[in-house]
């Protein structure tokens, strides 16, 4: 279990290109919620709306590549304007929970997403595939600011 006594807030990207965010993401690894427990084929999808709003749009398979699909549209809010790096996703309303974007590479190849409490993260690319160095360093910042990693699940992605 995290302390974030010890590691503190969890820091965000400095700036996020919105429209370049948008578009799908494959959901790599995680440290799942229990909605997302045996997804399999996961992507995460978001659009920008006429108000300024993330529609957000996540399916996956459960539990096998040939399992039902689940699909799920949380609407995610710009918190932090300046940045574009600090979201609250409504998942059902009223309810909005924090999501920062902490990490992004220059290219938007992948992104890292993080809530303050170190509960939950999500490793997402544009491709199904990552590389497995960018992977390991990107485990590696995350046990830096305090994941506990040995709970980060990879997701089986399999699209041939």
């Not at 440290?31 to 995460?44: R, S």
């Not at 949380?74 to 996703?89: D, Q």
Request: avoid cysteine; charge should be positive; proline fraction near 4%.
């Amino acid at each position: 279990m995290s302390d974030n006594k010890k590691f503190g807030e969890l820091e965000t990207v400095d700036y996020v290109d919105l429209k370049r965010f948008m578009g799908d993401w494959y959901v790599i690894a995680n440290i799942p919620t229990f909605i997302e427990k045996g997804a399999v084929n996961a992507i995460e999808s978001y659009r920008l709306d006429s108000k300024g709003r993330v529609q957000t749009t996540f399916t996956f398979r459960k539990d096998s590549l040939t399992g039902p699909q689940k699909k799920y549209n949380p609407t995610g809010f710009i918190y932090n304007k300046e940045t574009n790096s600090e979201w609250r996703m409504q998942f059902l309303w009223p309810f909005k929970s924090p999501f920062l974007i902490i990490d992004l590479d220059e290219k938007y190849n992948y992104t890292v997403i993080g809530v303050p409490n170190r509960k939950y993260v999500w490793i997402m690319a544009r491709d199904h595939v990552l590389d497995d160095k960018v992977y390991n360093k990107i485990i590696s910042k995350l046990e830096k600011v305090g994941y506990d990693i040995s709970q980060i699940q990879k997701i089986e992605q399999n699209w041939d």
